[in-house]
């Protein structure tokens, strides 16, 4: 079992569809990251949050667009997808983002393109 | 970040040590060592990690060599829920996790 709680864990979604992947956690951490992981392939970061603001972006296409609307929740707004965007999309959050604490994760939401 | 190299796939037996090499020869007096594992189907899981010192839990046990240049991590009686991707990561800019390819470690029965 894992503290950072993923949702949906399947999502199939046409390429006009709109939809959103939510992600939370209540271990007080503030620091809370996006990652994208093709199959086979390690996970590579996409988003980091600190302190709900938005601190680095890893030049993610604007197809995807993060949220953190409190220190607790994370979104992922999907909209316009390509086939090429099917993964395993996963988040993480650490107490405040230092190098020094570690990163817990999700189980991920797995995303099909149709 | 520092890059790190790890054999691709390693087998253990069943009950045995399972001890797993990593490479980061360019590592930083201040880049930590971490390692996640990643089962199938999963999201990664924090192992353990360290700055100089060896560094034990009750997952693990990490050793770092003197120089720092290379790391292990010991799983000390393998089961078979310890089969996955073992990812060694050297960490050094705020907020980031850079995943190298990882050893896909097999325990076998």
């Known amino acids: 079992d894992t503290e950072v709680t993923q949702t949906p864990k399947h999502l199939v979604m046409g390429m006009t569809n709109k939809k959103s992947l939510k992600c939370e956690q209540h271990?007080?951490?503030?620091?809370m990251y996006w990652y994208k992981q093709k199959a086979k392939k390690p996970p590579e970061l996409m988003f980091v949050?600190?302190?709900?603001?938005?601190?680095i972006n890893e030049s993610v296409p604007s197809r995807f667009s993060p949220e953190c609307p409190n220190s607790s929740l994370l979104n992922l707004h999907l909209h316009a997808l390509q086939p090429e965007d099917s993964a395993l999309y996963l988040c993480?959050?650490?107490?405040?983002?230092?190098?020094?604490?570690?990163?817990?994760f999700g189980d991920g939401t797995r995303l099909s393109i149709l | 970040d520092a890059k790190t190299t790890q054999p691709p796939s390693m087998d253990c037996a069943e009950g045995r040590a399972a001890n797993l090499p990593c490479n980061h020869s360019?590592?930083?007096?201040?880049?930590?060592v971490y390692w996640y594992r990643q089962i199938h189907s999963q999201g990664p899981q924090y192992i353990i990690h360290?700055?100089?010192n060896n560094e034990t839990n009750e997952m693990a046990s990490l050793i770092i060599t003197e120089d720092r240049k290379s790391s292990t991590l010991i799983l000390p009686h393998a089961t078979l829920r310890d089969t996955a991707v073992y990812y060694c990561?050297?960490?050094?800019?705020?907020?980031?996790?850079?995943f190298g390819k990882g050893t896909r470690l097999h325990i076998l029965p």
């Open positions: 949050y600190s302190y709900e603001k938005l601190s």
């Open positions: 360290g700055l100089k």
């Open positions: 271990m007080g951490h503030r620091a």
């Open positions: 993480a959050s650490s107490l405040q983002g230092a190098v020094n604490q570690p990163q817990h």
């Open positions: 990561i050297v960490r050094v800019a705020y907020d980031k996790i850079i």
């Open positions: 360019t590592i930083s007096g201040n880049e930590y």
